[in-house]
């Protein structure tokens, strides 16, 4: 047994030959595998006793006993592959269908032929504790180009490229989920998907118009488990956008009879909501007739006739609709008796 001591000098750091790399907490998703990244080193007066031999091993905290050995990897507690050989200082391992019993602490031992016989459980990062997650997590949506997790509600402009970015974790590298978009539109939808070294990412590319107004964008996440299990974030998205397909009718529709009462309606789909503004052609310039939406003339005459403007008006832009009004006079017939 090997017993380590380390100088301590305050420039220089801590000299000693046995280091390990390891991070300090991995996440494993019940039934999938997890990956520990490790590297580690040894003192220098037993490099020759290092050989590809050499049994690298994982030991849980508080345990005597070996859970993870690299001369039978599917024989202890944790089952998998440790990756590289002892001679490149490689401690990276895979470990397979893990359940809650794996949660905890582990430490990795290295044994060789002769004195290199060491346990790497300090001083600090000396050892991974491994949770395991009963259920994946929902994936995380961000909108681009501001770089932020997006809100319940996305707000864009119409004409602006947008990009909104699903990314999942990547628990078991061999066996990597997947993500896939759809929308509230009738159209497919297809994200561009790359791998980081962590997580799995789509980007979803697309110009902004007014039809994409209070769509639903939908990411699923499935992870290849022992049986396929899904996870879904949506998000609205709210466009702005000028005045579009503007018109004017007239109510009660058909021939308007002097004396009669009739409604001008003005309609307008845009976001934010429109102003509406009547103007009418014998007006010279155009002066405004009248706000809102309706425009109502009571007791009609002929003197109404004319064409009428509706303008609405939002804070990205203005269209116009326009309906010609013809009241008609009414003519009165005086019937005279025969002379006999």
């Not at 993870?68 to 024989?75: E, G, I, L, R, Y």
């Not at 529709?253 to 002097?258: D, I, N, Q, T």
């Not at 990205?316 to 009414?330: A, D």
């Amino acid at each position: 047994m090997i017993f380590s001591f380390c100088l301590f000098v305050f420039v220089l750091g801590v000299l000693c030959g046995f280091n390990i790399s390891l991070p300090k907490r991995v996440e494993a998703l019940n039934g999938s595998c997890v990956f520990i990244p490790c590297t580690f080193d040894i003192d220098q007066q037993y490099k020759d006793n290092l050989t590809d031999s050499a049994k690298r091993m994982w030991f849980k905290a508080g345990g005597s006993t070996a859970v993870f050995d690299s001369s039978s990897p599917n024989t202890g507690l944790l089952k998998g592959e440790i990756f590289g050989t002892a001679t490149q200082n490689n401690c990276t391992t895979r470990i397979d269908n893990v359940d809650q019993s794996h949660r905890g602490s582990y430490y990795f031992r290295i044994e060789a032929n002769g004195k290199l016989q060491y346990n790497y459980t300090g001083p600090t990062y000396s050892q991974v504790q491994i949770g395991v997650l009963a259920s994946p997590p929902k994936p995380t949506l961000s909108v681009f180009p501001d770089q932020q997790k997006v809100r319940k509600e996305v707000e864009v402009f119409e004409g602006s490229s947008v990009s909104l970015r699903c990314s999942t974790k990547i628990f078991c590298p061999s066996r990597p989920p997947s993500l896939t978009w759809s929308s509230s539109l009738i159209e497919s939808v297809t994200g561009q998907q790359y791998q980081s070294q962590t997580d799995i990412i789509s980007d979803l590319n697309f110009t902004v118009s007014h039809r994409h107004h209070r769509v639903t964008f939908t990411c699923t996440a499935t992870h290849q488990i022992q049986k396929q299990n899904t996870t879904k974030r949506s998000h609205l998205l709210s466009v702005q956008y000028a005045p579009k397909n503007t018109s004017v009718r007239i109510n009660p529709a058909g021939l308007v009879l002097e004396g009669r009462s009739v409604t001008l309606s003005c309609s307008s789909d845009a976001n934010p909501a429109v102003n509406y503004t009547w103007y009418r052609d014998t007006e010279r310039p155009l002066n405004p007739v009248q706000t809102g939406p309706n425009l109502t003339i009571n007791n009609t005459d002929p003197t109404h006739s004319g064409r009428y403007y509706c303008t609405a008006e939002n804070k990205h832009g203005t269209q116009n609709s326009s309906v010609l009004l013809y009241v008609q006079i009414q003519t009165h017939f005086c019937l005279r008796p025969a002379d006999n």
